[in-house]
């Protein structure tokens, strides 16, 4: 029901950005934590953010400079934009959706998971 895209590569310093969109339409009508959810090349998965259903944010701190998530154009898109990107941004990038408000990063801690998209940061 989530399904994320973007460009496949990006050139350092660049932004790289992302579209989740929610193919069912139930998501955006209801209060949902929606989430962005990383993982790099033989690393674990990692947490980026989130917005909530009234459009408050919160960021992991280590990507809270240059990381910003947003409603998209649709009501049923959420965006994510990192700025300054790095090849240490370089990884599977997964969008998330759930009822809870916990940060969490493991696939059955959520109610909606994407098939994720990998996103590569070189020059």
């Known amino acids: 029901q989530l399904r994320e895209s973007g460009p496949g590569l990006v050139k350092p310093s660049q932004t790289l950005s992302l579209t989740c969109t929610d193919s069912g339409g139930s998501i955006s009508t209801q209060y949902y934590f929606w989430n962005w959810i990383r993982q790099p090349p033989g690393k674990g998965l990692e947490w980026v953010g989130r917005i909530s259903y009234s459009g408050g944010t919160s960021y992991n701190p280590s990507l809270k400079s240059r990381a910003s998530i947003s409603r998209g154009t649709s009501s049923n898109q959420l965006t994510l934009q990192l700025n300054s990107a790095t090849p240490e941004d370089t990884a599977v990038y997964f969008c998330?959706?759930?009822?809870?408000?916990?940060?969490?990063?493991?696939?059955?801690?959520?109610?909606?998971w994407g098939q994720g998209t990998q996103v590569t940061v070189s020059p």
């Open positions: 998330a959706a759930d009822e809870s408000d916990n940060i969490n990063t493991l696939p059955t801690d959520y109610h909606y």
